[in-house]
């Protein structure tokens, strides 16, 4: 069993800690020193450098990570803290891809499973993951799946050009495939000028039979 899960008794200073990060300079090595330094002056506190090495903010000699410094930028840092936790917590999320969102009990159940700690330790397990759990983003747009069986509008677009010139009639089709890709394709027609409305009008009658049906 994997005993190693990190746990804070006040929880609230790892949410302070974690806004710490964003406001000051990156340290050179963070260590119990340094934590007390910048005002967590409990001895509880020095559980901090204990959650920070397991979701890769600092190494294993306290030097900041890759991940300390993009957690620094405020736009990115709730899905630079999702996806760290997704790491580091792989196993839960390998059990519970939404682990982010399951309850109490379900987590109490998990910890409980892969540990052989006591009940209130894994209480605070349980609370210590929530507590960053809530900071994260785990919804990233660029992440997420397009729906099933999803097929957008077809999209006509015409350009009228100046001078007596061909309009271009633009159509976009989103396709999806049994694999769940989806195949983009664009077509350009060429309508030859004529001062004829018959002529456009048979035009996107046939262009509706073929393209649009």
């Keep these: 069993m994997a005993d190693n899960y990190p746990y804070h008794v006040n929880t609230a200073n790892v ?26 002056k409990s001895k509880n506190d020095r559980a901090v450098l204990t959650v920070l090495k397991f979701i890769n ?32 917590y792989k196993t839960l999320f390998d059990t519970y891809p939404d682990a982010n969102r399951k309850d109490n009990e379900a987590l109490r159940n998990f910890f409980s499973s892969h540990t052989s700690v006591a009940e209130n330790t894994v209480t605070l397990m349980v609370r210590t993951f929530k507590t960053m759990a809530d900071m994260g983003n785990f919804d990233s747009p660029a992440d997420a799946p397009e729906a099933e069986g999803h097929v957008e509008e077809p999209a006509l677009e015409v350009e009228e050009k100046g001078g007596g010139g061909a309009g271009v009639v633009k ?3 989103v396709t999806p495939t049994p694999n769940g890709m989806t195949v983009n394709i664009n077509i350009q027609l060429q309508i030859p ?7 456009y009008d048979s035009f996107f009658a046939a262009m509706k039979k073929h393209l649009l049906s």
Excluded: C, M
């Design 193 to 199: 000028a004529t001062d004829k409305a018959d002529v």
């Design 57 to 88: 903010f600092v190494d294993n000699s306290g030097v900041p990570t890759k991940l300390w410094q993009a957690y620094r930028v405020k736009s990115q840092s709730p899905k630079v803290l999702a996806g760290a936790l997704k790491t580091a």
């Design 15 to 40: 949410k302070k800690f974690l806004e710490h990060i964003q406001s000051a300079g990156v340290p050179p090595k963070v260590t119990f020193q340094y934590i007390t330094s910048v005002g967590f």
């Design 171 to 173: 159509r976009k089709v």
